[in-house]
């Protein structure tokens, strides 16, 4: 079943590490008739599966925004539907995630989460060109499919008997495929042939069922909990943080620098969105630094709004109100306008930067962008 044994050696470790509980369900048995449902798609229409009686197979493939896993298999099933959409094969994707059981370092891979609303920007931003419908508000149709993982897929036959489901393929990685069992499976069907293989283990995220929002809200209280702390920056540590060599005799990271300050409007509106990206990605190979640029006599006033905001990353504040020389030792070409971002790759490259607000999605697609160029899951 597994040409890659690496392949069946991590499903083997990912099912182990995410074994469904007693109460959650397991896949559907071959054989099974395709549960019906109704369910809104992010084109606005509501999908039934009588929608997809014209066609001569059906693959159902439950997917979601965040997991990395199934982000790998974007442009593959895109592909699928390019390929097979005139040979009568149907293809609908159902996000099975409940959004409030995600929590936010879950997204460390990811731009948005797994609501329906953030199912429409990721569907038009990527291009899908297949429905993408959303069950996470009761996830009923998910429990009769019983998927594992995100991807997890479901071939139906043109009597609607389920004759495959299991992986798409047997890597994440695409270069390094060697089995296409979804494929596979479709050509034989087509062929009037049993598939080869008709199940495989799967390898992706966990499927958030209902019922864990209060590991989430467990989560962010831990999180809140966190010691908050300001440090004064001289031109020594300013300029340390702008050639980004790593700290305490770790390696560096990416490192997301904002410089903001309590009287700075813009700065104050957005300093939530920083803190939600540093526990988005903070446990991958970054890291987000604010500095302040109040006067070090503002200590407790910076310090007091550091910690209404639950910003137990690593906090600065100017060590002299002559501030010159301080923007100087980080950057020169930096005229001191607040709010200043840039992020600061490994190699203490400026990768980017901006004066003024951010946007925080473009903000996230960069991030994410550069930190899958360097270390993807």
Excluded at 102 to 117: I, N
Aim: proline share 6%; aromatic share 10%; glycine share 4%.
């Amino acid at each position: 079943m597994y040409p890659n044994k690496l392949f069946a050696t991590l499903a083997a470790l990912v099912l182990a590490a995410t074994l469904p509980a007693a109460d959650s369900p397991q896949p559907l048995a071959l054989g099974s008739p395709a549960p019906d449902f109704t369910l809104p798609g992010v084109d606005g229409k509501d999908w039934s599966l009588s929608d997809f009686d014209d066609s001569q197979l059906l693959l159902v493939v439950f997917t979601c925004n965040h997991c990395p896993t199934a982000q790998y298999y974007e442009e593959r099933i895109k592909s699928l539907v390019t390929d097979y959409q005139d040979k009568g094969v149907a293809l609908v994707a159902i996000s099975p995630n409940d959004p409030a059981s995600v929590r936010l370092d879950e997204l460390g891979w990811a731009v948005r989460g797994d609501s329906f609303e953030d199912m429409k920007v990721q569907a038009e931003e990527r291009g899908y060109n297949f429905p993408y419908l959303f069950d996470g508000e009761t996830e009923e149709v998910s429990r009769q499919y019983g998927p594992l993982v995100t991807p997890h897929a479901f071939l139906f036959d043109a009597d609607r008997k389920l004759r495959y489901v299991g992986a798409i393929d047997d890597s994440e990685r695409e270069q390094h495929v060697s089995t296409h069992y979804v494929r596979d499976a479709i050509d034989a069907l087509l062929a009037g042939e049993a598939p080869e293989v008709a199940q495989t283990k799967v390898v992706g995220c966990s499927v958030k069922w209902a019922g864990k929002a209060h590991l989430v809200d467990d989560y962010m209280k831990k999180l809140a909990a966190r010691p908050i702390s300001v440090e004064l920056a001289d031109e020594a540590t300013l300029a340390a943080l702008r050639a980004n060599q790593g700290t305490e005799g770790e390696p560096a990271k990416f490192r997301l620098v904002n410089f903001w300050a309590t009287w700075c409007a813009p700065c104050i509106a957005e300093f939530d969105e920083f803190v939600t990206i540093d526990r988005m990605y903070s446990h991958r190979e970054f890291e987000f630094i604010s500095v302040s640029l109040n006067r070090p006599d503002e200590e407790k006033r910076v310090l007091a709004f550091l910690k209404k905001k639950e910003a137990a990353n690593k906090n600065y504040l100017f060590a002299s109100s002559k501030r010159d020389p301080l923007i100087n030792a980080f950057n020169p070409e930096w005229q001191g306008v607040a709010p200043y971002t840039v992020l600061i790759n490994p190699e203490g490259e400026i990768v980017h930067s901006e004066v003024g607000s951010i946007d925080p999605t473009a903000l996230k697609l960069k991030i994410v962008s550069e930190l899958n160029a360097r270390n993807p899951w």
